[in-house]
């Protein structure tokens, strides 16, 4: 026959193994502290867990960026705030418009070759966006608007500091002193110098790609 006693004590096992239970199911559940999209679960029911291991990796693709990597010659040109334009290898032709939002100040060496990590952010993320895929980044970092620009290969720089270009004038080529403004990945400005119809030669073996139809770039 079961006292009080013993009913009592068997009432206080079962609420032990009842708050027991409730603290082993609440250490199974994961809660992220931020609403997001699983990107990747690097464990199973059953592995060991240990304190400070990722098991869940959480990401918010509405806040996705872009990581560009620039040469040491075009990072110093580069601040947070710059206006950008992303292209996506997977929409080609299409140009979405953002900002840099951060540059590293460390650089990435790969052999002789040292580049600074870049971050862009989209100004309306498009949608559809997968992680890891290719991207070209254009940054603007100067503009220049009903200007006379050349070839950057046209120009050559003396001992002195001086940019020069080689020009064809009555039948020979001469050396002219040209004063530069905004430089591009392809063209350059000159603001004085030259005029509108003269004749730059370029070095042999070069070619102007599309020079002089296409517009002249921002740098």
């Known amino acids: 026959m079961t006292t009080v006693a013993q009913a009592a004590a068997a009432v206080a096992r079962a609420a032990t193994d009842l708050r027991e239970a409730d603290e082993a199911l609440a250490g199974a559940t994961i809660k992220a ?6 990107l990747a679960v690097l464990g199973a029911t059953g592995d060991q ?3 400070g291991a990722t098991f869940v990796t ?8 872009v990581q560009a990597m620039f040469t040491q010659t075009d990072v110093g040109r580069l601040r947070v705030g710059r206006r950008a334009e992303v292209t ?5 032709g299409q140009v979405y418009p953002g900002r840099v939002t951060h540059v590293d100040v ?3 060496g790969t052999g002789r ?3 600074y990590g870049v971050m862009i952010a989209f100004d309306r993320p498009p949608g ?3 992680l890891g895929q290719g991207a070209t980044v254009s940054v603007t970092v100067d503009e220049a608007a009903g200007t006379l620009y050349i070839p950057a290969q046209a120009v050559r720089t003396r001992a002195d500091g001086v940019s020069t270009v080689l020009v064809s004038a009555g039948g020979r080529t001469v050396q002219r002193p040209v004063r530069l403004g905004v430089r591009g990945d392809r063209y350059v400005e000159v603001r004085s110098g030259l005029a509108e119809g003269d004749q ?3 070095p042999t073996g070069t070619t102007s790609g599309a020079f002089p139809d296409e517009p002249f770039p921002a740098g």
Do not use: F, H, K, N
């Open 200 to 202: 730059v030669e370029l």
């Open 58 to 65: 959480l990401g918010d693709l509405d806040e996705l960026q």
């Open 106 to 108: 460390a650089a990435t």
């Open 113 to 115: 070759l040292v580049r």
């Open 49 to 51: 867990a240990s304190a």
């Open 88 to 92: 996506l290898a997977t929409r080609p």
């Open 128 to 130: 559809g966006l997968m």
């Open 33 to 38: 502290p931020v609403a997001g999209t699983i």
